[in-house]
């Protein structure tokens, strides 16, 4: 089914369950790309790679509950609920078929649609997460519980910016610590197995901000088994840039890897929403 496209920037607030996002669609007739944040990040950090790729694609960027200056508190900040507000902002804009891009936490929630919906994802390209490797134990959780509690004494400070979500402290590490869980080897393995669409890693390089040694060098070459598994998966780039500043640096790898899955579908885009 064919859904009429907007022919200009709409930006609002689209309800769902007990709150609303802060969403932008760019509109047009070019294929549909959903952004997935960051776990705390907001939809500007995407803004280097929608220039990038300009005006040929529609853009639909939003953020995520009680982030950003204008999306709402909710009281479900689960993974599920995150899931579920995919859809609900593609509903809302009248769009079937999309292509997501996520980065970090938003590359879990793109793998896991991108799985559960076969037929509507056009494909995904997953920037520097959904790796599955068991990295969260006791300790790291109680590590993490310990992080955003000390973070919290100034976070209350930028809120207002948007730079920090509007969350506590324990709703912050709960959300960490679902992650851990979720991309675990025996639980996000099997999701990345089973994808079906075509599928894009942009990989970072090197430490970031609380990673520990070669951490994250390891966690990034669980990667190489889902490869070796799944045809539909590749690494498109592994790049210089480390995972915090990967959008920021390194965003045109990240605009190419999103023409190359795009571009089995360029013709007739406007039969793809």
């Known amino acids: 089914m064919t859904i009429p496209n ?24 070019g294929i549909p790309v959903v952004y997935l944040n960051g776990q705390f990040a907001t939809q500007g950090y995407w803004r280097r790679v929608i220039a990038d790729l300009g005006t040929g694609f529609r853009h639909i960027t939003y953020d995520e509950r009680a982030r950003g200056k204008k999306s709402k508190r909710s009281a479900d900040y689960s993974f ?8 609900a902002v593609l509903s809302a804009r009248n769009v079937d078929r999309v292509l997501l891009v996520g980065w970090s936490y938003g590359a879990v929630v793109g793998a896991h649609w991108a799985h559960r919906n076969p037929e509507r994802a056009l494909g995904a390209v997953l920037v ?41 402290a324990d709703q912050m590490a709960n959300s960490n610590i679902e992650l851990g869980e979720l991309s675990r080897e025996r639980a996000l393995g099997p999701v990345l197995d089973a994808i079906t669409v075509p599928v894009r890693y942009v990989v970072a390089s090197g430490r970031s901000l609380g990673s520990r040694g070669d951490e994250q060098e390891q966690i990034r070459a669980s990667l190489d088994a889902v490869i070796a598994r799944n045809p539909n998966i590749t690494i ?3 790049v210089a840039s480390n995972h915090g500043a990967i959008l920021k640096k390194d965003f045109r790898a990240v605009a190419d890897a999103v ?7 360029r013709e007739g885009a406007a039969d793809s929403r």
Request: glycine content about 8%; cysteine-free; charged content about 25%.
């Open 80 to 87: 599920e609920a995150v899931v579920r507000d995919v859809d």
């Open 6 to 29: 907007t022919s200009s920037t709409w930006t609002g607030m689209v309800p769902v369950d007990d709150t609303a996002l802060a969403v932008t669609d760019t509109g047009g007739t």
């Open 128 to 168: 520097d997460g959904a790796f599955p490797h068991d990295w969260l134990d006791e300790a790291t959780a109680q590590r993490i519980r310990t992080l955003f509690r000390r973070m919290n004494l100034f976070m209350p400070l930028l809120r207002p910016t948007g730079l920090t979500p509007r969350m506590n």
């Open 259 to 265: 023409r190359l899955v795009a571009a089995p579908h």
């Open 236 to 238: 498109g780039a592994k």
